[in-house]
């Protein structure tokens, strides 16, 4: 079994998506990851582990070498799972994905594992919860800004509460975010408060209140190259939790 050590670069588990992919003349169902979330990781000190779709109860397994965990963007989470009926623009359910993600968040909960989630990780996080999502926000709050298509991120101004943890992680309060979803954060679920708003109101971040490093951000900080913040954090996070267990194993 892989470990780490507090004085060795933590490992970073990274949820992928399972989609059609060609190469060559090969065109087939494969684990896909953009190399930005890879980079991200890996630039920041960490050492990234892919975590494709599988059977839910090997996600406790999965996660127990883990320090820190990314749940990343992708495909829709299905309203099913928060008691919704579909909206016409809500894309096809990833059952796999979604049972698989629910399991990894909750046993690195159990655990105490820190959790970075982005843009679907936010949106599932928060329905893991026990929250809700706005399935279709061209809808519900009239505007386009936030997924302008063609592979092309967007670009928000957002506004981050003081005095939350990420404020103290970012270190300012007004950014520039880059952006692709057309869901946001209806109800916010259990132990989880907002930290970062855009004019309209949605909800652009959030971070647990139940002493568990969980930050959630609606963007893709990814995309930045320049900004490694949120994925250091995250990585100093996972570096102490494994000085933790380590201390705890002897």
């Excluded at 780490?4 to 990851?33: C, K, M």
């Excluded at 909960?109 to 919860?129: F, H, S, Y």
């Excluded at 404020?167 to 057309?182: C, F, K, N, Q, W």
């Excluded at 869901?183 to 930290?195: E, P, S, T």
């Amino acid at each position: 079994m892989v470990s780490s050590a507090s004085d060795s670069a933590p490992l970073i588990g990274i949820t992928t998506y399972l989609e059609r992919a060609q190469q060559g003349v090969w065109d087939v169902r494969a684990a896909f990851l953009p190399e930005q979330y890879l980079t991200s990781v890996t630039s920041s000190g960490g050492i990234a582990l892919l975590l494709p779709p599988q059977d839910p109860d090997a996600a406790d397994a999965a996660i127990a070498g883990m320090d820190g965990l990314v749940l990343s963007g992708g495909a829709d989470v299905a309203p099913e799972l928060y008691g919704e009926r579909r909206h016409p623009l809500t894309d096809p359910a990833r059952v796999d994905r979604d049972a698989w993600e629910l399991a990894l968040f909750h046993a690195a909960e159990r655990r105490g594992i820190p959790v970075l989630a982005i843009c679907r990780g936010l949106q599932l996080v928060n329905v893991a919860r026990g929250g809700t999502l706005q399935q279709h926000l061209p809808e519900s709050l009239g505007t386009e800004r936030y997924r302008i298509g063609g592979g092309v991120f967007a670009e928000n101004d957002i506004a981050v509460e003081v005095d939350t943890a990420l404020a103290e992680i970012l270190g300012e309060t007004d950014m520039r975010v880059h952006s692709y979803h057309h869901q946001g954060v209806g109800r916010l679920g259990d132990g989880l408060v907002a930290a970062a708003h855009s004019d309209d109101g949605l909800v652009q971040a959030f971070v647990d209140t139940a002493g568990a490093h969980i930050v959630g951000v609606q963007w893709h900080p990814e995309e930045n190259a320049e900004d490694r913040r949120l994925f250091a954090d995250l990585v100093t996070q996972a570096r102490a939790f494994a000085a933790r267990r380590k201390e705890d194993a002897r």
